[in-house]
């Protein structure tokens, strides 16, 4: 029998990014506040000191800061027709656990989605027609918020994080050296661009000598020594290329250890409980307003915690299995179209091309998380699509993120997996060689969803979480375009010879390709196709907020971190300026 415990204005489901964002920003609205992590504890001092941090075998390989799949996991398939089946390794995504999660281990690469992303549907629809949106079964949703509604809380996410970049259009003007495709930013960014090495270099000259636009990747790792308004202190980063999977040992990337736990941690209505599983969301009898949450402690003992405002702020995986088990929302139905919770999943589209040279040392060892030079000329609607049979795009990135000696060697077409000649030409390629990144959207497909597994059973006898999810015709014609630009910008470089590594067959779990999940508790302005509001406001249970990725409709071609916490800050501030006055529905259905 669960024991009752004190009641608390606000309850965090989860501390990564949005845990401490929110958590932050309720404590100095005066709530007391308790967060709820099922991981460690983990600190920058104690946790990721420089004398073991940059250990790629630990971190990379044996997913130290990762979740366990033998304790906790999902199940996965392409399509309904087939059996789902555990994930028993880590492989196309890692999910985070422990205090700061993927805020611990994420590359820091900063974007803001396009103006155009927030609607997807009505834009595409105005400019290519009805069928742009409806061809291959996509179920694509305007979002029900706009980038002008977003921008000032991406400003506020910005000058946490200390973000290093160039604006391309600051206040509708548009700036040399910046991305001349961006929304208009309310100011610059907080420092400058880091200093671009010999790859990324390369890459923007000859993508400038193509007629595109290249600019520094906008970054959560400092170019410089920068303190932020919570009065974080970080450091200039030392481009020692271990950050993705990493966590940092100089203070130089942006996480919530770096940029906010600082200051929450000596907050007095602040409490942060580790190795705690939230089991559920409870609700009152007619299931219209929780009443708080039930979790059991590492010790096996269980609990129920009282509160007034539930948010669940964990990965959106367990989000939306926590929304599904709580019973909030209708769960979505693939073959009618009905429901909501699990509906239009969606993930990235990633694909590569490999350039290696003979004349030239890249020096890949000198990297971090965001170290780029970048072109946005094909993302989102920055180009015409009429004709091409898809819509969507990828940002292409000339990037130098490290040169890990394991999982960052580099050979040609052609060169065996293993064995002597392997080993001749990464001894030949590794300082001579480095990787276009093409970054892509990926639209929702109504066969693409997450929903609760009828056979599997976690250790607590909850249903794991299925997802049945395959990349549609629109995914693979956008990628097999935008690989073919970035490949047209890898020969103007004058390599030896490139490798193309393109999008092709079915999504698999096996290989990493990126741990940007989005969808299943998606935002927009029906109750009838979404589950959360445009302030992440459940539409059944009002006094339940759902953040994260989980509320993007679709995915755009960016790393989705940027407007995770742009839609956290737009919800903390609707929570203290019109919830509180007056709790019940924010957006009326």
């Known amino acids: 029998m669960a024991t009752t415990l004190k009641p608390v204005d606000a309850v965090l489901v989860g501390f990564g990014w949005t845990g401490a964002i929110m958590g932050q920003q309720l404590c100095d609205a005066g709530l007391e506040v308790l967060a709820l992590e099922r991981g460690p504890w983990r600190d920058t001092s104690t946790d990721f000191a420089t004398g073991f941090a940059q250990d790629e075998l630990r971190y990379m390989w044996r997913h130290h800061l990762f979740q366990n799949v033998s304790d906790d996991t999902l199940t996965i398939r392409n399509n309904a027709n087939q059996e789902a089946l555990p994930m028993r390794h880590l492989g196309s995504f890692l999910l985070g656990t422990g205090v700061g999660s993927g ?45 002008d509604e977003l921008e000032t809380y991406y400003d506020q996410f910005d000058k946490l994080c200390g973000t290093s970049g160039k604006a391309g259009n600051l206040k509708g003007q548009i700036q040399a050296g910046g991305n001349p495709f961006e929304g208009a930013r309310s100011s610059e960014y907080p420092t400058p661009p880091m200093a671009q090495t010999y790859g990324p270099t390369l890459f923007g000259k000859a993508a400038a000598e193509l007629g595109h636009h290249p600019f520094p990747h906008p970054t959560g790792n400092m170019s410089q020594a920068y303190v932020n308004p919570l009065g974080a202190q970080m450091g200039k980063c030392t481009y020692c290329g271990f950050c993705e999977k990493f966590g940092c040992g100089n203070y130089s990337k942006a996480s919530p250890q770096t940029t906010v736990l600082p ?24 299931k219209k307003r929780a009443t708080g949450v039930t979790y059991v402690n590492s010790a096996g003992e269980e609990f129920f915690q009282p509160a007034g405002i539930v948010i669940l702020s964990a990965y959106v995986l367990q989000n939306v299995r926590l929304l599904l088990l709580s019973g909030i929302g209708q769960p979505y139905d693939p073959k ?133 999810f395959d990349f549609s015709d629109n995914e693979h014609k956008m990628s097999d375009y935008v690989t073919e630009r970035a490949a047209e910008v890898a020969r103007a470089m004058n390599p030896r010879e490139i490798k193309i590594n393109r999008r092709t067959g079915s999504w698999s779990v096996t290989p990493y390709q990126t741990t940007h999940n989005t969808g299943g508790a998606i935002m927009g302005d029906d109750p009838k196709t979404s589950v959360v509001n445009k302030y992440l406001q459940s539409w059944d249970v009002p ?43 924010l957006v009326q259905s």
């Open 263 to 286: 200051y929450l941690m000596t907050k007095p209505n602040f409490t942060l409980k580790t190795e705690c599983e939230v089991l559920r969301v409870d609700l009152t009898q007619d």
């Open 543 to 585: 006094n339940v907020f759902s953040m994260g990725s989980g509320a993007f409709p679709q995915n755009a071609g960016y790393n989705p971190t940027g407007t995770v916490a742009a839609l956290a800050y737009h919800s903390a501030n609707a929570i203290i300026t019109q919830y509180l006055k007056n709790p019940g529905p």
């Open 103 to 147: 805020g611990v281990h994420w590359n820091g690469q900063i974007w803001r989605f396009l103006p155009s992303d927030f609607q997807a549907k009505s834009h595409n629809q105005e400019r290519y027609g009805v069928k742009s949106v409806t061809d291959y079964d996509l179920s694509i949703q305007d979002w029900g918020v706009t980038y």
């Open 336 to 468: 009618t179209g009905e429901g909501v919770v699990g509906k239009n999943y969606a993930y990235q589209t990633m694909s590569s091309v490999n350039v290696f040279f003979d004349d030239k040392l890249i020096n890949p060892f000198i990297g971090a998380g965001a170290l780029a030079t970048v072109i946005d000329d094909f993302n989102g609607d920055n180009f015409d699509h009429s004709g091409l049979g898809f819509i969507g795009g990828a940002y292409i990135a000339g990037m130098v993120t490290g040169g890990r000696p394991i999982e960052m060697i580099y050979t040609p077409q052609g060169t065996p997996a293993w064995g002597l000649e392997w080993k001749h030409a990464a001894a030949k390629n590794y300082l001579r060689s480095f990787s276009l990144s093409v970054h892509g959207s990926c639209m929702s497909h109504r066969g693409n969803y997450l929903d609760l597994d009828p056979t599997y059973h976690d250790v607590y006898g909850r249903p794991m979480l299925r997802m049945t």
